[in-house]
């Protein structure tokens, strides 16, 4: 490859390299959990609505819409014209099948918790389909997007894993465990004249270091840089601030004590020097943050929090006596390895948490056997990771309700918090459904089932001739538009 810095010449075929920093967990967007694997697969899978860039919502599988004054009943107008990767036309068969797929009703395990309340699926005819809720949803057509419900075919059934097929811009070629995920345009895509990218190979890459010399030698058109190296990448590249809408946290085993007293955790919040994470980990390219909740989520996001548990290393050690360990104890921090931050994080933890009798072992292990022990197995002490950003504030919010096994990797277990969940999910005035989230922000900061650090910005360096780049309130590299002028 030539060394200019555009990384690609106007004669060759629009191919784009994509830097990412770990394999999927899934290919199956049914199964997929990680934030890490929806930043690639959504470029092939899309839902009866499609996310847009301020976290509203618009439509996609679905035409149009309808809810029926009890706020009950939603009826759908499939979209014609739609054809998947293999050629087939999207049909109504495909729409219950997916549905069918993710609520167990097939014969097969419940994929996913969002549609508990969905009373009944039903069609029409060839082009409408119906849902009917138990009782009113605010949040239900955020449950519709491809991050939560992708419309996948019935005949590819059994294969969705090893090969993925959907409706997006973009089709499955091939995936090289460690290596690279390889993804071709959809001639057939429905919306015309897009995608312009012929091919989107997304590159596994762990090393932040090692992918901005990436970068620089061409090798890759498009990765997250660190802070402290944007001057290097300044002039002959192009650099972006995406705000990443996701809580940066350091968190613990509910279930596990010291860690299910309360009075521990709130020492801990007091003893980390989260400002120094910022600094020295983001180069100040973060935000700080006191719940679960970033300032990208506007009015619903609660300020002031953040200033709760500014450092105060004595008050730390007072609530460690108070609980009982007044020479505090010993315990584990595992972090995985697919992003360098999570190590260096754990770095400054175990420095502050020695100032107050609290001495932390770090174990380092792979993505893959993070997910696996850690998020899906609960079997860990402490941690730190990033919640991937959603478009909705329920979505924000809901790991944290004691009966969401899937994503309630901490084991928090709090009856007003889950009220409050569930209540928001009846109101329909938004002011009032703003107090509901506000309050189940302050929850988190009273309780604390993580520290709260900061959502912290992804920097962006790509070769300066691609355009048509895309920031979404949750981690997804859309393709769609994405093109070398």
Do not use: C
């Not at 004249?193 to 997304?202: I, S, T």
């Not at 990443?244 to 521990?264: A, R």
């Not at 309050?439 to 959502?455: C, G, K, M, T, W």
């Amino acid at each position: 490859m030539s060394g200019d810095t555009n990384g690609q010449s106007s004669s060759q075929a629009q191919e784009i390299r994509v830097r990412i920093n770990d394999d999927p967990d899934f290919l199956d967007p049914h199964h997929a959990t990680a934030s890490i694997s929806f930043q690639m697969i959504l470029n092939m899978f899309e839902g009866l609505f499609i996310p847009k860039q301020d976290g509203s919502l618009t439509e996609g599988v679905a035409e149009s819409y309808e809810v029926s004054d009890d706020g009950l009943t939603y009826t759908f107008k499939i979209r014609e014209g739609i054809t998947f990767h293999n050629g087939e036309d999207l049909t109504i068969d495909d729409i219950m099948y997916t549905f069918e797929r993710l609520m167990g009703l097939a014969g097969g395990e419940k994929l996913s918790n969002n549609f508990d309340n969905v009373d009944s699926i039903d069609t029409l005819d060839d082009t409408t389909f119906v849902m009917t809720l138990k009782e009113p949803n605010s949040n239900f057509l955020y449950s519709l997007t491809a991050l939560q419900s992708a419309i996948i075919p019935k005949s590819n059934d059994g294969k969705h894993n090893e090969n993925p097929i959907g409706t997006g811009p973009f089709a499955f070629v091939n995936y090289s465990p460690g290596s690279s995920l390889e993804l071709k345009k959809h001639e057939g895509y429905w919306q015309e004249g897009l995608p312009y990218l012929e091919k989107v190979n997304f590159i596994f890459q762990s090393d932040d270091q090692a992918a901005v010399m990436n970068l620089l030698a061409n090798e890759v058109n498009l990765t997250g840089i660190p802070g402290h190296r944007v001057s290097e990448v300044e002039g002959n590249y192009n650099v972006s601030h995406q705000n990443n809408n996701s809580s940066l946290i350091i968190t613990f085993n509910g279930d596990k004590e010291p860690f299910n007293d309360v009075k521990v955790r709130q020492a801990i919040n007091y003893a980390i020097n989260k400002q120094d994470i910022i600094d020295s980990v983001f180069s100040g390219y973060a935000t700080p943050i006191g719940s679960n909740m970033s300032p990208a989520m506007g009015d619903y996001y609660l300020d002031g929090l953040q200033e709760v548990y500014n450092r105060d290393v004595e008050k730390a050690k007072e609530l460690l006596a108070e609980a009982g360990y007044p020479n505090g104890f010993s315990t584990k921090i595992t972090v995985s390895s697919h992003n360098d931050i999570y190590s260096s994080i754990a770095q400054i933890a175990v420095e502050n948490l020695k100032e107050i009798g609290i001495d932390v072992e770090i174990e380092v292990v792979e993505w893959g056997i993070w997910l696996e022990r850690v998020y899906s197995g609960r079997d860990y002490e402490m941690t730190t990771i990033d919640l991937t950003g959603r478009p909705s504030a329920y979505e924000v919010l809901n790991d944290y309700i004691s009966e969401n096994d899937a994503e309630n990797f901490f084991l928090f277990d709090n009856e007003e918090f889950d009220q409050v969940m569930s209540d928001v999910l009846l109101e329909s005035n938004r002011d009032k459904q703003i107090e509901y989230y506000q309050r189940a922000q302050e929850i988190l900061n009273e309780q604390v089932p993580a520290v709260y650090i900061a959502d912290y910005q992804i920097l962006w360096g790509s070769t300066n001739n691609i355009t048509g780049l895309k920031s979404y309130p949750f981690w997804f590299h859309d393709m769609k538009e994405v093109k070398f002028e």
